[in-house]
Nanobody, 115 residues
Framework: QVQLVESGGGLMQAGGSLRLSCEAS????????MGWYRQAPGKQRELVAA???????NYADSVKGRFTISRDNANKMVYLQMNSLKPEDTAVYYC?????????WGQGTQVTVSS
């Protein structure tokens, strides 16, 4: 059974940093590229960063140069280091496979950035 648990969100002033963590269980982690997604109020969920099992990364243009995705294969963890946060980064952040597995979204972690 696949389970994804996100943590690390919070309230931050613009320019600050946060580190999100995602603990993955089941077989999803070992065979999948993993991604961090976010959904802001009134908007569709979007992919912000992804990392393959081999460590290749890609980012949405809106976060490039500010966010860094990483993974710990031994412990089935995925991280998102977020620097230089902007109010437009405010959203609920989720991790999932890339492409995402429907029905396996976790509860997400709220990130709120004040100006």
């Amino acid at each position: 059974q696949v389970q994804l648990v996100e943590s690390g969100g919070g309230l931050m002033q613009a320019g600050g940093s946060l580190r999100l963590s995602c603990e993955a269980s089941g077989t999803i982690f070992s065979i999948s590229a993993m991604g961090w997604y976010r959904q802001a109020p009134g908007k569709q969920r979007e992919l912000v960063a992804a990392i393959t099992s081999g460590g290749s990364r890609n980012y949405a243009d809106s976060v490039k140069g500010r966010f860094t995705i990483s993974r710990d294969n031994a412990n089935k963890m995925v991280y998102l280091q977020m620097n230089s946060l902007k109010p437009e980064d405010t959203a609920v952040y989720y991790c999932n496979a890339k492409p995402p597995l429907p029905g396996y979204w976790g509860q997400g972690t709220q990130v709120t950035v004040s100006s």
